[in-house]
């Protein structure tokens, strides 16, 4: 028999792989199922600018068996699987992605799907929000959804400044979206897209991990396990202390620049690692980004102060000092899960688009009540979709006893 799927052609490549993720997705699946029943999304259009991977793939045919027409669009450059928008193209579902598009092209896809005149936009760091409201401002929208934390905190500026033209659900705040996505996603896929990239031996080496968020808890986390001695950079007090409560050592940003071997960014924050950090740097310095956008790591200054550079391996460039050290820069500079493997495992994504395909069901009802302000999922919602996890995954849920409800309600008792 023969085991190599090298053979067979794009778009049926990304269909294996999107049957494989949807067989981890058990969540989602029960949604799908309902919404092929009940048809909450018919009669609507939705516009989604998603990373183009195959868990997205399975949230779009979930939102058409609700009965919504769908267009796709890349949220990130370098984060397309190919073979994903060719099978997605394949069954139908308009798709402009190209893996390593450029800046304009990029911008020209979401016009793309803005152009289907959408109700209900999906986004992913509020790029298509951001067309929407400066250069498209006079077309209509029912609702959005914001999938990742800087989306979220861009949104909620704009909601602040009164200048947000509709309603937005924070999916990003809902608890199965958060807790899990960013901690085991991002903390598993970041490594991976590291380890793919370089194929280093992670015990023994000096981890710095900037941002104790929840995407930076993740990286941290699975890093220690690994063996790596992990450093956080952390700018917020709570945070900086919760991570050395996990047994990590905590440095600025300067100590820890000659202190590591390995610089993982998580922030959503721009120049995390600038000239002065590369400058400290040891000989053989990897580093990477995992948060939304590609400034974390300020690659001009890097590009200026090299005196050469070459890509060395897939994903993986070489820039070379004057003194002659060499420092490694993953997926340029880019979402390292995204753009050196292929993101979060589905078995994370099933909460997330679980969310997501309930958030347009919840937006489509709720539209007469809503105003033009950033929303976070009915907590019943965020509750129904960690009870269905649980289930796939085979735990129990302690029923509380009227005796104990009744207790934990009143103030009446004490010693
Ligand atoms: N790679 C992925 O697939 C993926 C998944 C989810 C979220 N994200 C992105 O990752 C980033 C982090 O997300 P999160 O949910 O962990 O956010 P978070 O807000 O929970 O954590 C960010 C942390 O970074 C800290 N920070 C900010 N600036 C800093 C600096 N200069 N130095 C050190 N620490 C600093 C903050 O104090 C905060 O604790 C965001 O951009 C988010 O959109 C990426």
Known sequence: MDHDIADISLKDKGHLRIEWAASRMPVL??????????????????????????????????????????????SNPLSTQDDVA??????????????????????????????????????????TTTVLHKERSDQPILGGMEETTTGVIRLKAMAKDGVLRYPIVAVNDSATKHLFDNRHGTGQSSLDGILRATNILFAGRRVVVAGFGDCGWGIATRAKGLGADVIVVESDPVRAVAASMEGHRVMTSED?????????????????????????????????????????LDLVALDDMAVSRRVIRDNLEEFILPDGRAILVVAEGRLVNLGAAEGHPADVMDMSFADQALAAEW?????????????????????????????????????????????????????
Not at 278 to 285: E, L, R, V
Not at 363 to 391: G, M, W
Request: glycine fraction near 8%; proline fraction near 3%.
């Open 86 to 127: 060719a099978a997605l193209v394949d069954v139908g579902i308009p798709t402009y992605a190209v893996r390593g598009e450029s800046s304009d092209k990029f911008y020209e896809h979401i016009n793309a799907i803005l152009d289907t005149k959408p109700h209900i936009v999906f986004d992913d760091g509020a790029d």
């Open 363 to 415: 937006i489509i009802e709720q539209a007469d009540e809503l105003d033009a302000e950033v929303y976070t999922l009915p907590e019943e919602l965020d509750n129904e979709v960690a009870r269905l996890k649980l289930e796939a995954l085979g735990g129990g849920l302690e029923i509380l006893t009227d005796e104990q409800i009744e207790y934990q309600a009143s103030w009446q008792h004490g010693t």
């Open 29 to 74: 699946a029960a949604i799908r199922e309902r919404f092929e029943k009940e048809q909450p999304l018919a009669g609507y259009r939705i516009a989604a600018c998603m990373h183009v991977t195959t868990e997205t793939a399975n949230l779009m045919l979930t939102l058409v068996a609700g009965g919504a027409e769908v267009a796709l669009s890349a």
């Open 256 to 296: 820890a620049a000659a202190a590591g071997n390995v610089f993982i960014t998580a922030t959503g924050n721009i120049h995390v690692f600038r000239a002065e950090h590369f400058a400290a740097m040891p000989d053989g310095s990897i580093i990477a980004n995992a948060g939304h956008f590609d400034v974390e």
